[in-house]
């Protein structure tokens, strides 16, 4: 078992250890993440001592208020080794940030006939805001593959990508599988062609250390609560010489120069694109969970995550009719199929003995149909589960099957 002090972190979460789990396991990490005890420290305290508008008046509690929001943005400037805090935007989670570079970058800068590329693995946040842009705009979408092993068939990249290819969106790790996406090749190929590339890395922040000078992505985007900050708060990273030829999307306070009754100028990012009054508890609550993030030893954490599903897997093996679906090397990911049982009455049984897990298309309708399945079961982890939540999973699992 790799070392990783697991009783001393599941102490940081107050959910995982005291009585309102009341005996259940949580093993719905993929939908959203627990707290540690810092975030709503944090959150609690900007309320109870700095509550106040940023970036407005002068006094002196919107000057505490304005400080700690624009430190949050220097912290996950930090978690995303991003090049300046300019090219973090505040936005509401991953489908706004998303949204936000469909609805600027892709209005102005996409001409019909031009061509964005996706991959068929993709959340429908990362879907539907290109399929309203594309027809708006008579855009074509293109898709890359998926394999039945969950992994994207590259040998279609080079016919898929073309110099009308523009615009490349593509998931950092699957949300149904857990597949880590092959982001870095696919990167350097769009490269060739000038196309930009915007990385959905919902996924992939909880589980591993993002660096988006190395990857050299041009968009990076995730949601605070899937990395154990709260909801209602996420982040577009751009690259500051896009983030400054983007018009803005949302109009308001907050996001202008001058403003008279003839029309308004915009202000510089990251603000252009923070129109009103954004959710201050939000963003210093997802710096404190990042700032927690990095007390831990995230190689350890990810060992001890692999440990577990590699013991998940093995413990289901021998469960009458279990099929796991995917490949090797997911991220702390098991979907699966009971052969004979639908999904849902699985949710169900699992559910009726304390067991949390998702099942359904996981808003991932077409990954589902190119796999040929409705849906599947998916029990997701985190650092803070342990070897005792991943037992009596796989109890439950066996007597839902067997005696159900
Ligand atoms: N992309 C992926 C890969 C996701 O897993 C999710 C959340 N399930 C999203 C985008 C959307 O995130 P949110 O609903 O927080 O905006």
């Known amino acids: 078992?790799?070392?990783?002090?697991?009783?001393?972190?599941?102490?940081?979460?107050?959910?995982?250890?005291?009585?309102?789990?009341?005996?259940r396991v949580y093993l719905d990490n993929a939908a959203t993440s627990q707290k540690p005890k810092c975030v709503l420290d944090t959150i609690n305290h900007y309320y109870a001592q700095q509550n106040a508008n940023v970036h407005r008046a002068s006094h002196h509690l919107s000057t505490q208020a304005t400080l700690a929001y624009e430190e949050a943005r220097e912290t996950v400037r930090h978690f995303l080794n991003a090049r300046s805090r300019?090219?973090?935007?505040?936005?509401?989670?991953?489908?706004?940030?998303?949204?936000?570079?469909?609805?600027?970058y892709g209005r102005?800068?996409?001409?019909?006939?031009?061509?964005?590329?996706?991959?068929?693995?993709?959340?429908?946040?990362?879907?539907?805001?290109?399929?309203?842009?594309?027809?708006?705009?008579?855009?074509?979408?293109?898709?890359i593959p998926v394999l039945p092993t969950g992994e994207l068939d590259l040998s279609e990249l080079p016919t898929l990508l073309n110099e009308r290819t523009k615009l490349v969106a593509l998931a950092h790790v699957s949300n149904s599988l857990g597949m880590p996406m092959p982001v870095e090749r696919v990167i350097a190929a769009a490269k060739r062609y000038r196309a930009r590339v915007l990385i959905d890395g919902s996924q992939a922040v909880a589980h591993d250390n993002v660096d988006v000078q190395?990857?050299?992505?041009?968009?990076?985007?995730?949601s605070g609560h899937k990395v154990f900050g709260p909801s209602g708060i996420g982040v577009l990273y751009g690259k500051y010489e896009l983030l400054e030829i983007?018009?803005?999307?949302?109009?308001?306070?907050?996001?202008?120069?001058?403003?008279?009754?003839?029309g308004?100028?915009?202000?510089?990012?990251?603000?252009?694109?923070?129109?009103?009054?954004?959710?201050?508890?939000?963003?210093?609550?997802?710096a404190s969970a990042l700032r927690y993030l990095s007390t831990l030893d995230r190689q350890a954490a990810a060992e001890y995550e692999r440990y577990l599903l590699n013991g998940m897997e093995r413990l289901c093996a021998d469960i009458p009719g279990f099929q796991l679906v995917g490949g090797q090397g997911r991220t702390s990911i098991m979907s699966f199929l009971v052969k004979g049982m639908h999904p849902q009455d699985i949710g169900t049984l699992m559910d009726m003995q304390g067991i949390a897990v998702r099942v359904g298309h996981h808003c991932a309708m077409p990954m589902m149909e190119a796999l040929g399945l409705s849906g599947t079961i998916r029990?997701?982890?985190?650092?803070?589960?342990?070897?005792?939540?991943?037992?009596?999973?796989?109890?439950a699992l066996r007597k839902a099957v067997t005696e159900f």
């Open 1 to 23: 078992m790799p070392i990783f002090d697991i009783e001393s972190v599941r102490r940081d979460f107050p959910l995982i250890v005291n009585e309102t789990l009341e005996g």
């Open 86 to 104: 300019e090219e973090i935007v505040w936005t509401s989670g991953a489908t706004a940030a998303i949204n936000l570079v469909a609805n600027s």
């Open 108 to 143: 102005r800068f996409l001409q019909p006939g031009d061509e964005i590329l996706l991959s068929e693995c993709e959340h429908h946040s990362n879907i539907v805001p290109w399929q309203l842009l594309a027809e708006e705009r008579g855009l074509t979408l293109r898709y």
């Open 214 to 222: 190395a990857l050299d992505c041009d968009f990076y985007v995730f």
């Open 246 to 262: 983007m018009p803005p999307w949302q109009g308001g306070g907050e996001m202008i120069e001058q403003v008279s009754k003839r």
């Open 264 to 286: 308004a100028t915009f202000t510089l990012p990251p603000l252009r694109f923070e129109a009103g009054t954004p959710h201050i508890a939000g963003a210093i609550g997802l």
């Open 379 to 395: 029990a997701s982890l985190a650092f803070y589960n342990n070897l005792d939540d991943v037992e009596r999973f796989v109890d």
